[in-house]
C-alpha cells in the first residue's frame, strides 16, 4: 500500500486457530477467545509490528509472532503472543494454520508448511 507507516510490514498472514474437541489448555491465552490470529514473521522487529496493527487496524489481542528455537529434540518452530514482555509461554493444546486471503502466503511467513503449536498459555499473572 502506497500510504503505509514507513515501518510497516506485509510479513505477516491470518491463520485459523485449530482446537481440540475438549477445547483448550492455554489457561485463559489467545485460543480460549479467537478462532483466528495474525502471524507474523520472525524477522520483522517489534516496530513493523505495532506499525502494522495500527495501519491495518488489526486487533493487538489476537497478533502472534514466529519462533524458532533449538531443543533437545531438535528445532522448534511455534507461535507466541506479541508482544511476548518477560513471561514464559507454554503450549497451551492448539495448533494454528494459515489460508491465503492476506498479503502473504503461510510458507512465507513461517518458512515451513505444517501448522503451528501455539505457545500461549501463561501461568504467570
Known amino acids: ?23 483448550d ?13 495474525y502471524l507474523f514473521a520472525e ?4 516496530d513493523e509490528i505495532s506499525a502494522t496493527i495500527r495501519s491495518r487496524k488489526l486487533d493487538p489481542a489476537r497478533v502472534m509472532k514466529v519462533r524458532r528455537r533449538q531443543t ?27 489460508y491465503s486471503n492476506v498479503p502473504s502466503t503461510w510458507d512465507e511467513v513461517v518458512g515451513d508448511y505444517r501448522p503451528l503449536a501455539m505457545f500461549d498459555r501463561c501461568e504467570q499473572d
Request: charge should be neutral; charged fraction near 20%; hydrophobic fraction near 35%.
Open 43 to 46: 524477522e520483522c522487529t517489534d
Open 72 to 98: 533437545s529434540f531438535g528445532d522448534c518452530i511455534e507461535a507466541i503472543p506479541f508482544p511476548k514482555g518477560d513471561k514464559w509461554w507454554m503450549f497451551g493444546g492448539c495448533y494454528i494454520c494459515g
Open 25 to 37: 489448555s492455554s489457561n485463559g491465552g489467545i485460543s480460549s477467545r479467537a478462532n483466528y490470529v
Open 1 to 23: 500500500m502506497a500510504n503505509e507507516p514507513k515501518f510497516a510490514t506485509r510479513k505477516f498472514t491470518e491463520a485459523a486457530v485449530y482446537k481440540h474437541i475438549s477445547g
